[in-house]
């Protein structure tokens, strides 16, 4: 059976390693990302064959649309798009810096929204899914992380 294609961002650990792992379980082969080029070699040599690295920031347009460009080309296909991409870690109270709000929007939704436009463009006529990781942090204050 044909193997599934997955982009899973922010995946060189945490959850979205772990979302990695269960995909491959799942017959995929996943395309995982993260900045650090060690900790991306090593986690794909932790998951085995059937992962792709892709080192860059994914708050980053021109590195999504390369990347989705760059999937295509090798697969030809891309089934499966999750933006777990995300961070809760910022400042609290009144005098936080607008660039820091800019910084915690650009990680926690512009990418995702970047991802999702660049994605659905190959996949609106394959059937692909997009699948946005979120968290409660974005419902309620947690206090100061
Ligand atoms: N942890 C929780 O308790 C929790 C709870 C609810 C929801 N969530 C959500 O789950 C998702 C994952 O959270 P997590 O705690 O597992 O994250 P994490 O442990 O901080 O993992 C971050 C991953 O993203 C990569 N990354 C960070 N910034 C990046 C960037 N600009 N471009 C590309 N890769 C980047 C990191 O690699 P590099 O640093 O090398 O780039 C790493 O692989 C987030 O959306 C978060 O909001 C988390």
């Not at 659905?120 to 204050?141: D, R």
Request: net charge negative; charged share 20%.
């Amino acid at each position: 059976m044909k193997k599934k294609i997955a982009l899973v961002t922010g995946s060189s650990r945490g959850i979205g390693k772990a979302i990695a792992g269960e995909l491959i379980q799942e017959n995929f082969i996943v395309y995982i990302t993260g900045r650090n080029r060690n900790d991306l070699e090593l986690t794909a040599e932790e998951l085995g064959s059937n992962v792709r690295m892709i080192q860059g920031d994914f708050t980053d347009d021109a590195i999504i649309q390369t990347s989705i460009q760059s999937i295509i080309i090798a697969e030809k296909s891309l089934d499966l798009v999750v933006a777990n991409l995300g961070s809760g870690t910022s400042t609290s109270g009144h005098d936080v810096e607008i660039q820091e709000y800019k910084r915690v929007f650009d990680v926690n939704f512009f990418s995702s929204v970047s991802l999702a436009h660049a994605s659905a463009k190959v996949m609106q006529n394959s059937g692909g899914n997009i699948i946005f990781i979120a968290s409660i942090a974005g419902c309620e204050a947690s206090g100061l992380l």
